[in-house]
């Protein structure tokens, strides 16, 4: 199962050392989760997905096609679009 880290982490406007440093683990460690080359414990990914202000299930659902997600620049809330 592939993780969706780096995509999470990018739609809601946050690099990879800044997750890090959010988390509390080194910057390589969280590039390594990142990169799916090491598989994050239960409690690491329930971090990831606070700092994330997400659920984790976000860390593996796969996005649905006729939807987006943006952050609110000012409050960081997400918005969904829908295409029609």
Known sequence: MELRIKEVSKGKGVTIVSLAE???VAQPTM???ANGK???SL???EKI???LNVP?????EK??????SLSCPHCGKSIMIKAE
Do not use: C, Q, R, Y
């Not at 984790?56 to 593996?60: H, I, P, S």
């Not at 996005?63 to 987006?68: E, G, I, R, S, V």
């Open 22 to 24: 959010m988390i509390g």
């Open 31 to 33: 590039s390594n989760l």
């Open 38 to 40: 090491t598989t994050p």
């Open 43 to 45: 409690e690491t990914l």
């Open 49 to 51: 997905a606070n700092a």
């Open 56 to 60: 984790v299930t976000e860390l593996f």
């Open 63 to 68: 996005p649905k096609t006729d939807t987006a």
